[in-house]
């Protein structure tokens, strides 16, 4: 049921809006800053989603969503678009945030328990939606997540295999220098190199 809101004599339409890709804080703040300047009356941002106040009027969801995706963000529309929003929110959470903490639990396993489908109906909604596979993204997340572990220096190469979920330094490493044209030693030094 659609819940209207009167500001003065004007009505507004109460939706929740999903955003895909907010990922980070920085995002609350730019689709606050797009939907306001859209005249949205804002009562609510958060991680992934909008409640927000549409005067039917003046609403432009296709100018808005424009502006959102020149900041790799967008509103989402239909139902896999919610999927694939779920599901990059696991793989960041599972590699950035908890660093794979039980490494025995397979990544495609914490997939499957937290958003309750197959890995294949997974991968194949996301592949439909996304310009790469759910492996890939989940490879170039770990990849970005191991720069971040290097940088700071608190872990072996060993200890951030393990908390990365490679069998080996060697098999981390190659796929390191794969994704990043880098051996994991030559980041390294380019890393100290452009930090002094």
Do not use: W
Not at 139 to 167: H, V
């Amino acid at each position: 049921m659609d819940i209207i809101v009167y500001i003065g004599s004007v009505p507004y339409l109460r939706e929740t809006l999903r955003i895909k890709n907010m990922m980070g804080k920085c995002c609350i703040k730019v689709v606050r800053d797009i939907l306001e300047a859209n005249h949205v009356v804002v009562e609510l941002v958060e991680q992934g989603r909008a409640v927000v106040l549409i005067n039917q009027e003046s609403y432009n969801c296709a100018a808005i969503n424009r502006q959102l995706e020149t900041y790799e963000l967008g509103i989402i529309g239909s139902k896999e678009e919610m999927i694939v929003d779920d599901i990059k929110k696991a793989v960041i959470d599972l590699i950035h945030r908890m660093n794979n903490v039980n490494s025995i639990v397979q990544k495609s396993d914490y997939l499957v328990e937290k958003l309750g489908m197959s890995y294949q109906k997974m991968s194949r909604i996301f592949s439909q939606h996304e310009s790469l596979t759910l492996e890939k993204y989940i490879i170039q997340n770990k990849i970005a997540r191991i720069k971040e572990l290097i940088n700071q220096g608190e872990f072996t190469l060993s200890e951030i295999a393990y908390m990365m979920d490679y069998s080996s330094v060697h098999y981390l490493s190659n796929q390191f220098k794969k994704i990043t044209g880098l051996s994991v030693s030559d980041y390294k030094a380019e890393f100290y190199k452009s930090s002094t």
